[in-house]
């Protein structure tokens, strides 16, 4: 704790200060008790100055009087350590939200979280294969406008209990239409309609994949 005291450099001895020389009674402020006070022509003069030091820049300064040699080496020593500390901080702040900024502009930073599962893409009994359809009044279900012989039935969303696919292909119908025609063998050489296809992997590639079966609907 600091007094609030800095000395003069004069001494009760000098003619500005002789009215302070001589015997004086002072009260103590705890008890009220009277004490007496002697000044002497040699007793060193002392004057108010603040030593509260509440500014950054304050502490950094070195020429206060009332310091000592020690008190402002230690204060200016704690001044430059105050101010690395707090510029580090903002440093490490900007850092950590401009840096990862500017990788991203160069890096990629997308990462999968997600583990395999082990199971095979067409072993998903959930798994609905987009089959070109189209309703038409009068059936219950969509007909097919392509053939569906080369997929497994069980990707098309829907089932009909009582019928099978093949009755809502349109494919099966143009085919009758062309019959008894003489240019049925001609026409029906190149398809009507698009073809659904289901690629499945080889049996001897299969051993080869350590992590199961492909493959792929089109």
């Not at 500014?55 to 040699?69: C, G, K, P």
């Not at 349109?170 to 289901?198: G, R, V, W, Y």
């Not at 590639?205 to 792929?216: F, I």
């Amino acid at each position: 704790p600091f007094d609030n005291l800095c000395s003069t450099g004069d001494s009760v001895g000098n003619s500005k200060y002789e009215m302070y020389m001589g015997n004086f009674t002072a009260i103590l402020r705890s008890n009220l008790s009277p004490i007496s006070i002697t000044q002497g022509m040699g007793d060193k003069v002392f004057e108010y100055c603040d030593q509260n030091v509440d500014n950054l820049f304050d502490v950094m300064e070195s020429h206060y009087a009332w310091m000592t040699n020690e008190q402002s080496a230690s204060s200016f020593i704690f001044g430059i350590a105050l101010v690395i500390m707090i510029s580090g901080l903002f440093l490490f702040a900007f850092l950590k939200e401009f840096v990862p900024g500017c990788i991203s502009l160069f890096v990629g930073s997308y990462h999968n979280p997600e583990k395999d599962s082990g199971e095979n893409f067409l072993d998903q009994e959930l798994i609905a294969a987009y089959i070109p359809q189209m309703n038409y009044p009068g059936f219950l279900y969509p007909l097919f406008t392509c053939s569906i012989d080369n997929i497994d039935h069980k990707h098309i969303p829907w089932k009909d209990s009582e019928n099978s696919y093949d009755c809502y292909s349109l494919c099966n119908d143009i085919s009758t239409l062309f019959d008894n025609s003489e240019d049925a063998e001609l026409i029906l050489k190149k398809p009507i309609f698009n073809i659904a296809m289901q690629f499945l992997p080889d049996t001897a590639e299969l051993s080869k994949v350590k992590d199961g079966s492909y493959g792929s609907l089109t």
